[in-house]
Nanobody, 123 residues
Framework: QVQLVESGGGLVQAGASLRLSCVTS????????MGWFRQAPGKEREFVSA????????IYADSVKGRFTISRDNAKNTVYLQMNSLKPEDTAVYYC????????????????WGQGTQVTVSS
């Protein structure tokens, strides 16, 4: 099992930026596609973004496209989510996930999640 530890959340005003980090351990990082999800109060967990094993291919939910950038540092076993132009509707707990393929990383149905990091955007 890949262990996941998210950090970098906080309280910011609309229009600000944050960078989330997810450090992994327990398995070979480069064997995994990595993704980010978020869950707002009273809503289901939703896919945000994913990156392939080499970092050469990324996908985004329409709601964050053009504002968020996912990246990974395979030497540091870490995946990042740079969030710019934040909006109040981005308020949620953000989670990272690991999976074997791009096709499966977008599913929120998985047995293991990290503790998440809270992002709150005020208007």
């Amino acid at each position: 099992q890949v262990q996941l530890v998210e950090s970098g959340g906080g309280l910011v005003q609309a229009g600000a930026s944050l960078r989330l980090s997810c450090v992994t351990s327990g398995r070979t990082f480069t064997n995994y596609v990595m993704g980010w999800f978020r869950q707002a109060p009273g809503k289901e967990r939703e896919f945000v973004s994913a990156i392939n094993k080499s970092g050469s291919y990324t996908i985004y939910a329409d709601s964050v496209k053009g504002r968020f950038t996912i990246s990974r540092d395979n030497a540091k076993n870490t995946v990042y989510l740079q969030m710019n132009s934040l909006k109040p509707e981005d308020t949620a707990v953000y989670y990272c996930a690991a999976d074997l393929t791009i096709a499966t990383i977008t599913s929120p149905r998985r047995n293991y999640w990290g503790q998440g990091t809270q992002v709150t955007v005020s208007s």
